[in-house]
T-cell receptor
Framework: LAKTTQPISMDSYEGQEVNITCSHN???????ITWYQQFPSQGPRFIIQ???TKVTNEVASLFIPADRKSSTLSLPRVSLSDTAVYYC???????????FGTGTRLQVTL | DVKVTQSSRYLVKRTGEKVFLECVQD?????MFWYRQDPGLGLRLIYF???????EKGDIPEGYSVSREKKERFSLILESASTNQTSMYLC????????????FGPGTRLTVT
């Protein structure tokens, strides 16, 4: 299983750009990188998925360097409502191998 | 929008009771999943199903069983509830070829006393 490592927590002020980096040193050739967001008392929500270089959607951007051993989730101009736990996953291609770690708890303040 | 619903948000059961947790999705997804989430442990996969009547064990299947008689419905069964099964239970679904793009329900917080 490709293990992921990400910071336990991060703090930011409203309006700033937040970058959360995830390490996945033993990522396999066919693996994708997926990020989820979870608010208290809710199920996780799919944010973005990528394989290499850069992916952008209306919520976030995902940067993946050429060696794919890490990835960075970028949240532009965060607001208080972005306070949540963010999970990085590496998908090994079979549903049984999706592993959610303990995630990064992002706290956004005024 | 994809919608995954779970039968209860909160449930309190006694030790030894048989517990059914129901999950329904409305997007015709092939894959369905049951997780439990505990503080400090993240989400752990209990079982998943990629088709009607098909099931696969996840990381922590002991003490649980599942049933998938219809594509849209996936049930988690605790045959004899124990206090260590007190947890938040989350159901999810995903398309067959995008198993990492999972859509989660709101969760059921189960307390076993």
């Amino acid at each position: 299983l490709a293990k992921t490592t990400q910071p336990i927590s991060m703090d930011s002020y409203e309006g700033q750009e937040v970058n959360i980096t995830c390490s996945h040193n033993n990522i396999a050739t066919n693996d994708y990188i997926t990020w989820y967001q979870q608010f208290p008392s809710q199920g996780p929500r799919f944010i973005i998925q990528g394989y290499k270089t850069k992916v952008t959607n209306e919520v976030a951007s995902l940067f993946i360097p050429a060696d794919r051993k890490s990835s960075t989730l970028s949240l532009p101009r965060v607001s208080l409502s972005d306070t949540a736990v963010y999970y990085c996953l590496v998908n090994t291609g079979t549903a049984s191998k999706l592993t959610f770690g303990t995630g990064t708890r992002l706290q956004v303040t005024l | 929008d994809v919608k995954v619903t779970q039968s209860s948000r909160y449930l309190v059961k006694r030790t030894g009771e048989k517990v059914f947790l129901e999950c329904v999705q409305d997007m015709d997804h092939e894959n369905m999943f049951w997780y439990r989430q505990d503080p400090g442990l993240g989400l752990r996969l209990i079982y998943f199903s990629y088709d009607v009547k098909m099931k696969e064990k996840g990381d922590i299947p002991e003490g649980y069983s599942v049933s998938r008689e219809k594509k849209e419905r996936f049930s988690l069964i605790l045959e004899s509830a124990s206090t260590n099964q007190t947890s938040m239970y989350l159901c999810a679904s995903s398309p067959l070829d995008r198993e990492a793009e999972q859509y989660f329900g709101p969760g059921t917080r189960l307390t076993v006393t």
